[in-house]
Every structure is written in structure tokens, then in C-alpha cells.
């Protein structure tokens, strides 16, 4: 799964005689200063995805890398209060903006940084949507990056048709939940992630499961797991399992989800390390 040379690789109206005329490759400069882009995406909404980017990404920090977060989830951004950081907090450098940093050093850009509340309303169109990303890409002093996780709005619209498109992506981590809904809904993301040619890393299925505290009992309230079917039907790797875990929501409505240990993400992290190896 190595890194895509050009943004030309996922141009889907890619013809011999079109670099000079190609408007998706003039829209994203290239950062050498990053070395692995890595999209989470989810078909719908209220999967947790971004607590599951959260927690890749503080995963892959404990490790000893550089990590950076791109909330690209512009009108619902979540990233910064589950990691602890407030509003009002960018600074502008010589190079772009200064991207805050979590108590463990993830740097972090969302929009949701520049407002003084957070429960500020964005309400955007689809370019001045997609003109954020891009700035949120080329105008940020990411400096030295290993990894750049890139936490997607759900479904198929603007924002993540504009990732997939033009971030130098490595790959993508799809997150479901067990619901019949959400996996119907997240096979279309991976439709979409097909025809643009964009590699999928695996599945992460995030409230799979809840342990009863009392018996140790499992329990299944959205229904017994999906992940394995829909890899099979995919033939998209299953490689990661979440509980429903209260210390998931309490440790993010304070702030402080990057500091939980989360085992089960251990596989996925060493699929990434293997891909960062191909660099």
C-alpha cells in the first residue's frame, strides 16, 4: 500500500493528454512534511468516528510517533472537545497557521479552535466547506508529521469527495456499528472509496459490545456484531473490535479521551506501521 505518487491515480476522468488542463491537481500542494495521510470515514453518522479517530490517533502517539488530527468535519467538529482543547486557541506563524496541541502532543486543526463557543453554528455551503479542508491542509504548520489522521463528516457529500480526491491519502479506516442500517450505509462509502481508487486499510465495528459490570454478562444492544460479514462480503479486513465503554464517554466529555489505553486498536496500529514502512 504505498504512497500515490500524484493525485492523478484517483482521477476518475484521467485521460493521457490531461496534466495540463487538470484542475483537481493544481488544487492540493504536496507536503513533505507528512509523511503518512490516513482518512477515517463512516457512512453515517453517530458511529463514533471521531472517537475512533481520537484513539487511533493517541494509539499511534503512545508509540513514539508525530501525530496530527485534520477535523474535516467542518459543520459537526467534535475533535478538539474530546481531546481537551478550547476555543480561540490558533496562533499564526511565519508558515500558516500554529495547529494547538493536546496534552500528549497531538496538533490538531478544526474550525471549531477559532470559535470562542462551541456549540457555534457553521453554516456553509459545499465549496467554502471544501475550501477549509484544503486550507486546513496547505496552511498549517503540521512540521514533520508521521502521521496525519483526517477525521471525515459521514457519508458520501462535499468534504470527503474532496479528501479522497486530493489529500495524498494512504489509505482509509472505515468505522461501522452493528446496526443493519449502518452497515448497508457504510457499504456505500466503500463504493465511493472504490471508484476513487483510494485503498481502504480495514474495518474498525465500534459498539460491538457491552460488558455487564455487575456479571461480566455481554450483551448485545444493537444486535450481534456485523464486522466479520461485511468483511467477508467486502474482502475488506475486520482490524479492529470496540465495546460500548462508559470510560469512552466520560474520559471524552472531559477532555481527556487520548489518555485511555485501547488494546483492541493494536492490530490496526501495526497495519499502519507496516504500511509507513513502504515509504
Known sequence: ???????????????????STCEQKSMIKV???VKSVIAVMSGKGGVGKSTVTSLLASAVAKRGKKVGILDADITGPSIPHLVGLKGGTVATGKQGLIPPQTAMGIKVMSLNLFFEREDE??????????????QFWEDVEWDG???????????????????????????????????????MIVKKAVRMVNTLGVPIIGFVENMAFLECPECGKVIYPYGKPKGEQVSTETGIPLLATLPIQPSYTSFGD?????????PELDQL?????????LH
Not at 500500500?1 to 496534466?19: H, L, Q, R
Not at 453554528?121 to 484544503?134: E, F
Not at 502521521?147 to 495524498?168: A, E, H, R, S
Not at 496500529?269 to 514502512?277: F, G, I, N, Q, Y
Open 1 to 19: 500500500m504505498a504512497k500515490k505518487e500524484s493525485m492523478c491515480d484517483s482521477c476518475s476522468s484521467k485521460t493521457e493528454n490531461c496534466e
Open 31 to 33: 507536503r513533505d512534511d
Open 121 to 134: 453554528a457553521v453554516i456553509w455551503r459545499g465549496p467554502m466547506l471544501a475550501g477549509a479542508v484544503k
Open 145 to 183: 508529521l508521521d502521521y496525519l489522521f483526517v477525521d471525515l463528516p459521514p457519508g458520501t457529500g462535499d468534504v470527503p469527495l474532496t479528501v479522497l480526491q486530493t489529500l495524498p491519502l494512504d489509505g482509509v479506516v472505515v468505522v461501522l456499528s452493528p446496526q443493519d442500517l449502518a452497515v
Open 254 to 262: 472531559e477532555g481527556k479521551l487520548e489518555m485511555l489505553e485501547t
Open 269 to 277: 496500529v501495526a497495519r499502519l506501521e507496516k504500511t509507513d514502512d
